[in-house]
């Protein structure tokens, strides 16, 4: 059971859609219920030091019980900062994860922290680190908002809003 959803884990973090070009088609029979973009672009200030900018995590078909999580973590503390937990309302476990080669497959790990260095940021992206929503309790649909909370090593929480995309726009 534990190898089956660790399976599906790590495909689902991996999926990519392809690209193709968007000016010789109509998409507007594609997700009518698509994420509106200012929300998923939209800058959040945290507090004085920390913003975090694009948000979002993707959809679920039914029965799907994990779902990851991305967005860019801005310091602007003369300090680093470390992550050393999340938590979300949507699923049993929210966890910090990095994705990574071994033996010519790809991996992926839970950290213990994440550090974000001063006057600097870190990316959380596909193939990368990112946040693993383990045990999802609900479909996640696009345009769906998610209350996120990130901890850093002090115990200080910052909570984030991630909006959920169609699975080909993450």
């Known amino acids: ?3 089956t959803i660790l399976s ?7 999926f990519q859609a392809s690209a ?6 109509d998409h507007s029979a594609h997700d009518t219920a698509t994420a509106d973009s200012q929300t998923y672009h939209e800058v ?3 507090n004085d030091v920390l ?28 300090k680093p900062i470390r992550l050393v937990e999340a938590k979300s309302s949507i699923a ?32 959380l992206k596909p193939n990368d680190y990112h946040l693993m929503f ?10 769906q908002e998610i209350q996120t909370t990130l901890v850093d090593d002090t115990g200080r929480s ?9 699975m080909t726009e993450y």
């Open 92 to 123: 049993k476990h929210t966890e910090i994860h990095r994705m990574f080669m071994r033996d010519s497959k790809m991996a992926m790990r839970k950290v213990d922290a994440l550090e974000i260095p001063a006057k600097g940021s870190v990316e």
């Open 51 to 78: 913003t975090i900018e694009n948000a979002r995590a993707k959809a679920t078909i039914p029965g799907v019980k994990v779902s990851t999580g991305y967005m860019t973590i801005a310091n602007d503390a003369d």
């Open 158 to 166: 910052f909570d984030v809003q991630v909006t959920v995309m169609p």
């Open 44 to 46: 959040q200030t945290i």
């Open 20 to 25: 193709h070009d968007h000016s010789t088609h």
């Open 8 to 14: 599906a884990a790590l495909a689902l973090a991996t």
């Open 134 to 143: 383990m045990g999802v309790t609900e479909t996640l649909k696009p345009g």
């Open 1 to 3: 059971m534990k190898k």
